[in-house]
């Protein structure tokens, strides 16, 4: 099993900036993606951006040129900074990870889930 755990959220005036982390742990677990989804009241969870082992990205219209996703695969860790927050960022923020999982004859794809961590961007 993949443990993933989120941090960082919080309240924040518009124009702020916050900070998000996720960190992934299992055994014999090789993750090839990591990235943020958030979900407003309401509506449906929607992608904001994903980075893979190699580094590659990817991002959602609505965080381009604010948003900004990093990994460090040493420590198993995405990070979403969030500039330039507006009042329609406010939802909860989640953690996606997807890798494989190396079994001893066998290998088996995984896609796991952080709790959610709230973002409120109001004054």
């Known amino acids: 099993q993949v443990q993933v755990v989120e941090s960082g959220g919080g309240l924040v005036q518009p124009g702020g900036s916050l900070r998000l982390s996720c960190a992934a742990s299992?055994?014999?677990?090789?993750?090839?993606?990591m990235g943020w989804y958030r979900q407003a009241p309401g509506k449906q969870r929607e992608l904001v951006a994903t980075i893979t082992s190699e580094g590659s990205t990817t991002y959602a219209d609505s965080g381009k040129g604010r948003f900004t996703i990093s990994r460090d695969n040493a420590k198993n860790t995405v990070y979403l900074q969030m500039n330039s927050l507006k009042p329609e960022d406010t939802a909860v923020y989640y953690c996606n990870v997807e890798g494989v999982h190396v079994l001893r004859w066998s290998t088996r794809t995984g896609d796991y889930w952080g709790q959610g961590t709230q973002v409120t961007v109001s004054s």
């Open positions: 299992g055994n014999n677990f090789n993750i090839y993606s």
